[in-house]
């Protein structure tokens, strides 16, 4: 059974802070990703990784950026949090090749 | 542009009976699709999904169909029941991009008793 867990459920920052979002997965993937989900928009892709150590932005990486230092293992990291990017924040991984992305529960981050 | 796109925001429907959910794409290039599930506050859950080469997939009570020629597809879903009430989402994988999703808007599903 597939298992990707996220470091937090909820999240409140203030503007300006530097956020850090952990994505650990448990099937040995190679493909990694960080979505936003907003209202009326669907699931937008920040960054994604094919690899240990590279990264691929997405369609909205602007005030993103990734690390993926393990395999198991991708951060998302919010330079200087704003209030745009109050969201909700999901990590999906998959098997090489692609196919079925498997999502973890999500990260409901607010900054104020 | 959006690339997947699901126009009906919302969608209800009496238990027992059908609900069909759309979804359009503009990209050819598309050659996997998937429908993802989504409760509140949780993350997609993977629902059903049909290769390019096919026009139909069928797994119990979820039915996917593809019309390539129209660049469309729907989820059947018979009979609804309650627990069917989420948001789903379409999403469309393009070719030797290695895995990387596009997603539709989502279909709030509302199923009632």
């Known amino acids: 059974d597939v298992k990707v867990t996220q470091s937090s459920r909820y999240l409140v920052k203030r503007t300006g802070e530097k956020v850090f979002l952990e994505c650990v997965q448990d099937?040995?993937?190679?493909?990694m990703f960080w979505y936003r989900q907003d209202p009326g928009l669907g699931l937008r892709l920040i960054y994604f990784?094919?690899?240990?150590?590279?990264?691929e932005k997405g369609d909205i990486p602007e005030g993103y950026s990734v690390s993926r230092e393990k395999k198991e293992r991708f951060s998302l990291i919010l330079e200087s949090a704003s209030t745009n990017q109050t969201s909700m924040y999901l990590c999906?991984?998959?098997?090489?090749?692609?196919?079925?992305?498997?999502f973890g529960p999500g990260t409901r981050l607010t900054v104020l | 542009d959006q690339q997947v796109k699901q126009n009906s925001p919302s969608l209800s429907v009496q238990e027992g009976r059908i609900s069909i959910l759309n979804c359009d794409y503009t990209?050819?290039?598309?050659?996997?699709f998937l429908w993802y599930k989504k409760y509140p506050a949780e993350g997609p859950t993977f629902l059903i999904s049909i290769s390019s080469i096919k026009d139909k997939n069928e797994d119990g009570r979820f039915t996917v169909f593809l019309n390539k020629s129209a660049k469309h597809l729907s989820l059947h879903i018979v009979p609804s029941q309650p627990g069917d009430s989420a948001v789903y989402f379409c999403?469309?994988?393009?070719?030797?991009?290695?895995?990387?999703?596009?997603f539709g808007q989502g279909t709030e599903l509302s199923v009632k008793p």
């Open positions: 999906a991984s998959s098997p090489p090749g692609g196919g079925t992305q498997y």
């Open positions: 999403a469309a994988s393009p070719y030797n991009q290695g895995g990387k999703l596009i």
């Open positions: 990209n050819s290039m598309f050659d996997y």
């Open positions: 990784s094919y690899d240990v150590k590279m990264k």
């Open positions: 099937m040995d993937h190679e493909n």
